[in-house]
């Protein structure tokens, strides 16, 4: 920057006065600087704020979903033990008389 370059940062009076203007000009700059940042930041965090909400949403969805679909798999691969097979699957290989159940 051309602004810094004029300066001679090795002599005390020039380090003193770019202090004492830093200083000078610090309570008219940091309030205009704020009102100016301020509303951007406030922005930024409400949208920062939002997208976490519909991505644990998303997520809580996503999960539930999951969830479901393990559960499915399971009771397929698992039948519930009280069930009972169908009557043609118990012991086919038992003659049993005309009229008796199973």
């Known amino acids: 920057m ?3 370059d004029d300066l ?3 002599s005390v009076t020039a380090t003193t006065l770019t202090g004492l203007g830093t200083l000078l000009a610090a309570p ?3 309030p205009l600087v704020g009102a100016v940042v301020r509303p951007v930041l406030r922005i930024a965090v409400s949208a920062g704020v939002s997208a976490y909400d519909a991505l644990v949403t998303t997520v809580a969805t996503a999960g539930e979903q999951m ?8 009771a397929e691969a698992r039948p519930a033990p009280d069930a009972m097979p169908p009557e043609e699957d118990i012991a086919p290989h038992i003659i049993r008389p005309e009229g008796a159940s199973a």
């Open 2 to 4: 051309a602004l810094w």
């Open 28 to 30: 008219v700059l940091v």
């Open 67 to 74: 969830s479901d679909l393990i559960a499915e798999a399971v």
């Open 8 to 10: 001679p940062f090795g």
